[in-house]
């Protein structure tokens, strides 16, 4: 393991876990990768640091958030908290976001910079949000990105609230924007109710490399609002990414976020060399991750080893100037006739292959609930009871609880629920990608 870092940024560490042994002829390599940025102290500073920070949160103001009232009044007040959480010098905007998109603060086609004369006048500005309208989730985005694009923040962010599904605009027109927007700015997208969809929400933010949630009660808006800003304020390194150097004859099949959350990074993928290619990773604060990695090497003979891929973490560099390389890991391969060797599963491996699997039978699950299909809802969702149960997963088998009777967790024996409550059910889709880390023995 080797770190690099200058003496004002966080520091990164990478490491691997892997069992390197493969039986004679087998091919394909699997490795947790684990990085962690420590050092950056961002939890005494009062200004946003070095290189800056933006962010611009769009609220939804379409004439369904006026029903129940409290989901507007939820929606001024928790945005209002978000701006008291900004650092000074950060700069900042408000979105109204109905079928257009319109600046509420400071209305300028700019970011103000935040200190407390903008703070008080966003607060000021939020009273007179009020809500009509369509959702056109696509032109809230687009009018982010050309705010955030005009300045020269180092970190750039959005926030989106929504309470409704994306009615006003072709869900091409969605998909083509987030394309766009992406490797531009990082967003965390919010569902508060229980009348938006999921697929949207959690698309949003995979798309931009941020975090979905709901917020089925909108008198939450405020705590989540503020965590999510404090988690914005702590970021000091954007655009980092994840590259990945494979020998000649070997080529990745994935890479694949597992903690703390599945985001698979496969298809995103840009080719840096021609035997190396680099996965966006978005932007850091103190924080640690965990990447799945599967390389396809040649086949080889018994006592045959070889550098199947090396993980290195970037950070891009000045303009004309290589990107900084933060830290690096090796993945190796070594071929042996020792079957226990080589039939052994790494532990972290061998965890995060099982809640990616959990994930996925959550929402193949869901699915087929939805579909009407009782005998495949309760084998996945059946499965999914026994992964938590066995990898630890506490609070994805509580959200389990509410959508099946669990009648033996270990062997994965439910019955669906009757009825489930659509708040209950949201929840659980929207958090399966959430995962718990490898425990400790």
């Known amino acids: 393991m080797a770190n690099f870092a200058k003496p004002s940024a966080p520091r990164f ?33 009062t200004a946003v640091a070095p290189g800056g920070a933006a962010v611009v949160i769009m609220v939804d103001c379409s004439g369904s958030m006026e029903y129940p009232p409290d989901k507007m009044r939820g929606a001024r007040e928790a945005t209002a908290a978000a701006v008291d959480t900004l650092r000074d010098g950060t700069a900042f905007a408000v979105i109204d976001g109905t079928h257009v998109a319109r600046e509420v603060y400071p209305r300028q086609g700019r970011l103000a910079i935040a200190d407390a ?154 080719e840096a060399s021609p035997r190396a290619g680099d996965y966006p990773t978005g932007s850091w604060g103190d924080e640690s991750r965990e990447y799945h990695v599967c390389v396809r090497v040649p086949g080889a003979s018994v ?14 560099g000045a303009p004309g100037e290589d990107p900084a390389v933060l830290a690096q890991g090796l993945v190796r391969a070594v071929w042996t006739d020792d079957l226990a060797a080589s039939t052994a599963i790494n532990p972290q491996v061998a965890h995060y292959t099982g809640q990616a699997e959990l994930a996925q039978a959550i929402q193949q699950g869901l699915e087929a609930r939805k579909l009407g299909d009782v005998d495949g809802a309760t084998a996945k969702l059946g499965r999914a009871v026994q992964l938590a149960s066995s ?23 439910v019955r669906l629920k009757a009825k489930v409550a659509d708040a209950d059910e949201m929840t659980l889709e929207t958090r399966s990608t959430q995962t718990v880390r490898v425990r400790k023995s």
């Open 391 to 413: 990898s630890g997963n506490a609070d994805t088998a509580k959200l389990l609880s509410k959508v099946v009777d669990v009648v033996d967790a270990a062997a994965g024996t």
């Open 303 to 316: 006592g045959q080893e070889m550098l199947a891929a090396r993980a290195a973490l970037l950070m891009p």
């Open 117 to 270: 004369t903008t703070r008080a006048q966003a607060k000021e500005a939020l009273r007179g949000l009020t809500s009509g309208g369509g959702t056109a989730i696509g032109t809230w985005l687009r009018l982010a990105d050309g705010l955030l694009r005009g300045s020269t923040a180092a970190i750039r962010h959005g926030i989106l609230l929504t309470d409704g599904r994306n009615e006003h605009e072709d869900p091409a027109v969605l998909r083509a924007t987030l394309d766009a927007c992406a490797g531009r700015f990082t967003c965390d997208a919010r569902g508060v109710g229980t009348d938006w969809e999921v697929k949207e929400v959690t698309g949003i933010a995979s798309a931009l490399l941020g975090t979905a949630d709901i917020v089925a009660d909108p008198a939450r808006l405020t705590e989540d609002f503020t965590h999510m800003m404090e988690k914005v304020m702590g970021k000091e390194v954007a655009d980092v990414s994840l590259r990945l150097w494979t020998p000649v004859g070997a080529e990745v099949l994935y890479v694949k976020q597992v903690a703390p959350a599945v985001q698979d990074l496969t298809e995103r993928r840009t």
């Open 13 to 45: 560490s990478v490491e691997v876990y892997q069992n390197e042994f493969l039986s004679e002829g087998a091919r394909d390599v699997h490795a947790i990768v684990t990085v962690t940025s420590t050092g950056g102290a961002t939890a005494t500073r």
